[in-house]
């Protein structure tokens, strides 16, 4: 049994019982969870997961809260926030050193102060880097991945390091979804911090006008088809504004589903049930999810698997 007491005694971050998710997530929705624990650094973090493991309870690391859709009933389990305590980013050497804390874009603007390019491209992607790193996330024809030396783990009861050949990176994916993220190591070519920042501000411009980034999201729902963009499909299908309760299929940009105000989880998820079957019914293309689903029953999540 997982005990509030015993925790006490050795974690010296931030614990609370039954908190909701919806205000650590980017959609905005979900469910409380058992437990929402924020570590006070990477020891912190590690004796927390053994302690969790040891009991058979089940634990997510949140990140930002992007890229998720936490259900309305929540998370029986442990909710990990990496923010506050592994946040720290600097170099080592010629390397970039990330913890798993560390937001999106205070890593591209650290690189691109330090005059390194080859992330400017994430720039404007929300989340953190451990996140990214399971992804594998990219944007513009680039990934994370590209320029990852190696990456910290916790896997098996202790820490260890993956060297990139070994980490198993493809399209939105890698070889971490078992693990905990704790660093990665970067290796970045040298470029024009002018250059760069001009980069910076022209993929973000392109976002803000692209993309609805004024409402609650969790950034794009589903993964792109082979020679093809999720979006389009979706569009083709006449769903661009379709709406369910207060979610709706971005008028903007129909691989993104946002929160109009107040809406719920299920209500996300039924548009992401129309989308993927009208797509299907119209093309033979099942769309693939690129969100990942929390707190759902597995015959539930079977429907958009």
């Known amino acids: 049994m ?21 205000k650590y997530t980017s959609m905005r929705v979900g469910g409380p969870a058992d437990y929402y ?26 990140g930002r809260g992007s890229n998720l859709l936490v259900s309305d009933e929540g998370l029986r389990g442990a909710a990990i926030n990496l923010e506050a305590g592994l946040s720290t980013i600097q170099m080592e050497g010629e390397l970039v050193r990330a ?15 330090n005059g390194l390019q080859g992330v400017e491209m994430l720039a ?37 390091v993956v060297p990139k050949d070994d980490a198993q990176f493809a399209y939105r994916k890698s070889g971490f979804t078992r693990d905990v993220v704790l660093s990665a190591r970067f290796s970045l070519p040298n470029g024009d911090k002018e250059e760069l920042s001009r980069k910076r501000r022209e993929i973000i411009l392109k976002r803000n006008l ?8 969790s950034g794009s729902m589903f993964k792109n088809p082979s020679g093809t963009f999720a979006a389009k499909l979706i569009e ?34 039924t548009l992401l049930d129309i989308a993927r079957r009208t797509v299907h019914q119209n093309t033979g293309i099942l769309l693939e999810l690129e969100v990942k689903l929390i707190g759902f029953s597995d015959h539930v999540k079977k429907q958009v698997a």
């Open 2 to 22: 997982v005990s509030l007491s015993d925790i006490k005694q050795f974690f010296h971050g931030y614990i609370a019982i039954n908190e909701p998710l919806a």
């Open 37 to 62: 624990v924020e570590p006070a650094d990477k020891s912190d973090l590690v004796e927390i997961i053994k302690y969790f493991q040891k009991n058979n309870f089940p634990s997510l690391m949140l």
């Open 210 to 217: 692209t993309q609805p980034l004024s409402l609650p999201n």
């Open 236 to 269: 083709q299908a006449g769903l661009k504004g379709k709406r369910v309760g207060n979610a709706q299929i971005s008028e903007k940009h129909a691989n993104f589903i946002v929160n109009l105000g107040g809406a719920k989880a299920s209500d996300v998820f």
């Open 124 to 160: 404007g992607i929300p989340g953190s880097v451990g996140g990214a790193v399971v992804m594998n996330a990219g944007a513009h024809g680039g990934e994370i991945s590209d320029h990852i030396v190696e990456v910290e783990v916790f896997r098996d009861g202790e820490i260890r």
């Open 99 to 113: 913890e798993a804390g560390v937001h999106m874009p205070k890593f591209v603007d650290f690189c691109i102060q």
